[in-house]
């Protein structure tokens, strides 16, 4: 079984800055992809960022030049800094990995509030 914790959410004011972590424990085999999803209320859940295993990012138009995708493979890790947060980046973030067999896997979510 596997599982994912993410951490690190929380309320900031418009400017300031977060890092969620997620770490990954369980029967994990061959990650590919891990990333990191929102979804605001009253919306469909988005991609924010992803991080392959080697290292190559991806992320929406409106996180770029604000946040940074990490990931720690040794531990299955990984990171989400955040900074010059807006009122728009309020939303639950989910962590999200994908490996060689296409398994999938989420977690439960941590709010981020970014208040005006």
């Known amino acids: 079984q596997v599982r994912l914790v993410e951490s690190g959410g929380g309320s900031v004011q418009t400017g300031g800055s977060l890092r969620l972590s997620c770490a990954a424990s369980g029967s994990i085999r061959n990650i590919v992809t891990m990333g990191w999803y929102r979804q605001a209320p009253g919306k469909q859940r988005e991609l924010v960022a992803t991080?392959?295993?080697?290292?190559?990012?991806n992320y929406v138009d409106s996180a770029k030049g604000r946040f940074t995708i990490s990931r720690d493979n040794r531990e299955n890790t990984v990171f989400l800094q955040m900074n010059s947060l807006k009122p728009e980046d309020t939303a639950v973030y989910y962590c999200?990995?994908?490996?060689?067999?296409?398994?999938?896997?989420w977690g439960k979510g941590t709010l981020v509030t970014v208040s005006s």
């Open positions: 991080i392959t295993r080697g290292g190559s990012t």
């Open positions: 999200n990995i994908y490996n060689t067999y296409g398994m999938e896997y």
